[in-house]
């Protein structure tokens, strides 16, 4: 069974189109089980019904024609039911339907299966004979088995397939598409898609065509890079030649051979002439020849489709470090990926960035988080978003829905600029109560920071009526660099970063890689990243970038009395009281060696449950506290803030969390120690309600959400905080809460706040 799903699942995956995808899938299967139909139902997301897409052994004129109601006929049933129906003789079953001209009237016996993506039902996968029998458990549990791994190639087919593809030279209209994610960072933007993806990865590459004009540039950067990877070849003949015997000095000669102009060079410039870039060409043709040599059955010359792609790989490093060398982008773009690193993100002018949108991740991703702090719309989570088929496309992010729309027609075009005045309007009312303080109606006064990673975001920040920094992210500055930095080249960085919030308070937390947050110059591969080596548990294990780290931070403060340090990732007193004398070390080093300075006050963030417990044990170690809540939420609810497929258990509003943040903030008072949250949650206005009820004393936040925030508690009183948290702490669920949470938002006329 497994050798037949991946057979099915390979072939099914490599097809061109969703057409040919569906094909191949009810071929094999039919094959396979040695049936005599094999047919697939797919939803039609126009009409809400099921249509016959495939068959193999029913009537093809029937495909695209036969059609049943969600839940009509024996497809609707297994539909509707979400599970297969074994039946011996269909035509008895209350719920059979005779779709006319199919030809079906000849089988007696039917298996149906569901297609779930994502708990939706996409289809349903049929099989039927003539002879009355039940199929047996191996035949269903196949059938099942292979629906459930096929479910989501299904669904990526089908969004790659609403994408007409763009004709070269042609000016075709395109098929307006809709794709769905998860909202990242709330906004609206429409620019130039451009696809981020891995260096030297022919899989990657994304399609793109290029105009009539394109072409010969894109031909003479193909034959240069044709130039440069011979050259490098003719260049390791002539370097190996006194080492290697004749017979494997002659694969050189293969290599230059392959590389002419009338053999894969050649192919690759056709492939550009008919309108495609040079990097898909490459692409192309290399795909093509390897499958072609992994085909036959002579093992010598099977082998040599590692010869080709290693060729192909060559060409495309050479053009990609050609391209990369220019550095340009659109003067407005989009960036797209499966991945998006916070290097990738930074490398784009921030004039030019306009939205981001990926594949992977949730919306407390670190990539989400800092597109929040550059306030740029994004959507993350687009699992089915086919974005290799995007580079160049007009594209516009819905970051409050979670939407992506390619080639938008003008309706949609509309609507989103009406969305875009409407917001702009909004943050210039926002804007009135930039210098007043945030104080409730009856007098209770909250303060609210924001956390950042980038100087730019700092200045920012400050203008919009921050009170200080809550949260600076040390590691933003060493994972846009290809080493660790030296302490004095941490000194500068932390100088500047001081003095421009001065004399307002700037946290400083310590280095926090690991689970999302990786280092190029230091891989931590883990099956469990974020249950693993993350964290203080990196710096106490490598206490020379702990000391390098608070050293710099402390010189930096030299003069100025706002740094605070933070210390994350905290699971038992023992680490709070390994990284105090670390820090009281380093501290009376820098005295010694004559710097004025004074000692910061040091806190520890409360991100995962077992800190949570020992609030008051930590409270009466350091200075304040502050709690984590993405990592919280995470760590509490058990859920990956970085899969999409749990992003919708990742309830901000679940009781467990409130019921944890109510109590660390009590044991915190019990302590007399400062208690602050920082998070996602804390920059939402209706979460800000509660924490504010709960005692929380300051909030940090994105710097996007401040002033939303901010209006929000001048609006209510601290009667109206409290009572609210009253009636939420008898609710047993996230989404009663949240629907309590929008019900009070609209009677204070509010809810415009909460997008």
């Known amino acids: 069974m497994i050798t037949a799903l991946r057979k099915i699942i390979q072939k099914v ?23 005599q139909v094999c047919s697939l139902y797919l939803v039609d997301k126009e009409q809400g019904d099921f249509v016959l897409r495939a068959t193999e052994g029913l009537k093809k004129s029937s495909i695209g024609k036969a059609r049943l109601a969600k839940s009509e006929g024996l497809v609707g049933l297994v539909a509707t ?27 007696s016996s039917f298996l149906g299966v569901p297609l779930i993506h994502q708990r939706k039902v996409l289809g349903v996968l049929v099989v039927q004979q003539k002879e009355r029998r039940t199929f047996d458990m191996e035949e269903e549990a196949f059938l099942v088995t292979i629906s459930a791994q096929l479910a989501s190639e299904v669904a990526h087919a089908d969004a790659t397939g609403a994408l007409v593809r763009i004709q070269p030279q042609k ?13 990242g960072s709330s906004g609206v933007s429409m620019a130039e898609a451009v696809v981020i993806y891995p260096k030297a990865d022919l899989s990657a590459v994304p399609e793109h065509f290029i105009e009539e004009d394109e072409v010969d540039g894109e031909l003479d950067a193909l034959d240069c890079a044709l130039k440069k990877v011979r050259e490098d070849i003719k260049a390791l003949q002539k370097k190996t030649s006194a080492v290697l015997p004749k017979q494997e000095q002659a694969l050189f000669t293969v290599y230059l051979d392959i590389l002419d102009d009338k053999a894969l060079g050649g192919e690759i410039a056709d492939v550009i002439r008919e309108g495609h870039w040079a990097q898909g060409a490459i692409k192309r043709v290399v795909k093509e020849h390897v499958k072609a040599f992994e085909d036959m059955d002579d093992p ?16 495309l490093s050479e053009l990609q470090n050609t391209n990369e060398a220019s550095g340009e982008y659109p003067e407005e773009c989009i960036l797209v990926g499966e991945e998006i690193t ?13 939205g981001i949108i990926a594949v992977s991740g949730s919306s407390n991703s670190h990539m989400a988080i800092i597109a929040r702090a550059l306030n740029v719309p994004a959507v993350v989570g687009a699992v089915d978003l086919p974005y290799d088929r995007l580079h160049g496309r007009q594209l516009i992010v819905d970051g409050f829905e979670g939407l992506v729309y390619c080639d938008p027609g003008l309706e949609i075009k509309a609507h989103y600029k009406q969305v875009m005045e409407e917001e702009a309007l909004l943050q210039a009312n926002l804007e009135l109560d930039l ?42 500055p060493f994972m846009i660099r290809d080493r660790f930095p030296s302490e004095r080249e941490q000194v500068e960085i932390y100088r500047e970063q001081l003095l421009a919030a001065s004399p307002k308070i700037f946290t400083m937390r310590t280095l926090d890689i690991g689970g999302d947050k990786s280092l190029p110059y230091f891989p931590i591969e883990e099956a469990n990243p974020f249950l693993g080596w993350r964290g203080i548990r990196i710096t106490l294990d490598h206490p020379e970038l702990l000391l390098a780290q608070v050293r710099a931070m402390m010189i930096a403060s030299e003069g100025l009395s706002n740094l605070r340090i933070l210390i994350p990732m905290i699971t038992n007193v023992f680490e709070v009281d390994s990284c105090l004398l670390l820090i009281r070390r380093a501290y009376k080093e820098l005295k010694e060696e004559g710097y004025k300075i004074k000692m910061p006050p040091v806190g520890v963030m409360i991100e995962i449950p077992a800190a949570a417990y020992q609030a008051r044990a930590l409270a009466d170690r350091v200075d304040f506290i502050s709690v984590g809540s993405n990592d919280l939420t995470q760590y509490l609810l058990a859920v990956d803030r970085n899969n999409p497929r749990v992003a919708d258990l990742y309830e901000s509003f679940h009781p467990s969390l409130l019921h944890a943040l109510r109590f660390i903030v009590k044991e915190a008072k019990r ?17 800000a309600v509660l924490l504010t009820a709960m005692g929380f004393e300051s909030l940090s936040m994105g710097a996007s959400q401040l002033l939303k925030v901010k209006y929000t508690l001048r609006h209510l009183t601290m009667k109206d905080c409290k009572q609210l948290l009253k009636d939420v702490f008898i609710m047993d669920n996230g989404e009663a809460i949240l629907a309590h949470l929008s019900k009070f938002f609209e009677e204070k006329k509010l809810s415009h706040l909460i997008r």
């Open 435 to 476: 210098d007043k303080p945030t104080v409730t109606l009856d007098g209770h006064r909250v303060e609210l920071f924001v956390n950042t990673g980038l100087m730019v975001d700092i200045a920012r920040s400050i203008d919009r009526g921050a009170e200080g920094i809550g949260l600076y992210r040390t590691e933003i």
């Open 81 to 107: 039911r979400e599970e297969p129906v074994n039946l011996e003789d269909a035509f008895t079953h209350p719920n059979f339907k005779y779709i006319e001209g199919s030809g079906e009237e000849r089988y």
């Open 671 to 687: 302590a007399k120690t400062p208690v602050s949250i920082c998070g996602e949650l804390a920059g939402d206005p209706r979460a």
């Open 13 to 35: 995956h490599n097809a061109s189109d969703l057409d040919s995808a569906l094909k191949l899938l009810v071929k094999e299967v039919k094959q396979e089980m040695q049936t």
């Open 300 to 315: 010598y010359m099977s082998e040599r489709a590692v010869d080709v792609r290693d060729l192909g790989i060559r060409l």
């Open 171 to 183: 000016k075709t209209r395109l098929k307006e598409a809709r794709f769905s994610g998860i909202p």
């Open 342 to 354: 916070t290097s990738q993100l930074l490398d784009v002018p921030s004039k030019n960035l306009r």
